[in-house]
Each structure stands twice: as C-alpha cells, then as structure tokens.
C-alpha cells in the first residue's frame, strides 16, 4: 500500500463530524440526561412511555453513545490487546492465522473487542517498552495478551510493574 492510498484512507477519517450529544437528546425528548442515560443501560428503570419516546427521539437525531464516555465512567472499555511481534514468516504460517481467529472469537463470545498491536520482530527493546506504555497510559484496554514472551522479557516486568492486567 502506498503513503498516497493511506492518506486517502486517513484524511476523511480525522476530518470532525458533529454528531448529537446526549444532552441534545434529552433537551430534544424534554428529559433529564440521567433519564437518557438510564434508557441506554438501565431502561427497567424508566416508564415504557418515556423510554419509548426516548428511544424515538434517539433514533430521529441518529444519536450513537460516545463509547470513550461511556468508558471513562465506568473505568472499563471491554476491549483487550494483543501484543505480537511481526515477522514475515508469521504472515504465512498457519499457525498464527490459527491462533489469532481463536482470540478473536474468545474475545467475541465474552462481548470483548481486541486491539491488535504489533511491531517489528527486530525493533528495539526500547521502542517496544515505549510502545507498550503508550498502550498502557492511554488506557485503550482493560487488558493485554503478550505472544512470544522472552525469558526476561522486559514488557512482563513493565506490565506488573504498572499492575496492567495480561496473560502470556
């Protein structure tokens, strides 16, 4: 793929969109935004009339929750990485594609999404420290599975050392 192509690829997806917020939602429908908010994740809580008409309302403006939102406030973002080192012979070998659709349909069955986060097989062991912090403090993930661990691998010792959840 070419840097022209990527740019394509990139340049409308960084391009703002105005989307509706929660609280247009709830000035729209003439409800508290505790009310909205309770119609996406406890709707047993709400009257059926004041739900339905929330959901209408939502459905009208085309409102879609802010999942980093909704991810802050519950300090959870059902999303898991895998850390792998990249190589040419992982592209073919059967058993990394074998083992990546495993992942991916765990993650799948328990309402996870996953990350993939890969990096050249010859980087440095600093840059991939650096990556990994990256990964840590953006706070991207409730968890990481790390392929292909050294003995002494530093990236471990940085996971507990930052008390990341991972399994090797």
Avoid: W
């Amino acid at each position: 793929m070419t840097a022209a192509v990527i740019t394509d690829i990139i340049e409308p997806l960084q391009q703002e969109v105005d989307l509706p917020k929660i609280d247009d939602v709830a000035k729209k429908a003439g409800v508290s935004l505790g009310t909205v908010s309770n119609v996406l994740n406890n709707p047993d809580k709400v009257k059926p009339a004041t739900r339905d008409h929330v959901l209408q309302v939502i459905t009208e403006m085309g409102f879609s929750p802010n999942l980093s939102a909704r991810n802050l406030s519950r300090l959870k973002t059902d999303t898991i990485a895998l850390i792998y080192p990249f190589t040419k012979r992982s592209r073919t070998e059967k058993y990394y594609s074998d083992f990546l659709a495993g992942v991916t349909e765990s993650c799948f069955q328990a309402n996870y999404k996953l990350m993939l986060s890969s990096y050249p097989y010859d980087m440095s062991e600093q840059e991939k420290l650096q990556s990994c912090v990256q990964l840590i403090d953006s706070r991207a993930v409730d968890g990481i599975i790390v392929t292909r661990p050294e003995v002494d691998d530093s990236i471990i010792q940085l996971l507990s050392n930052k008390k990341q959840k991972f399994v090797v």
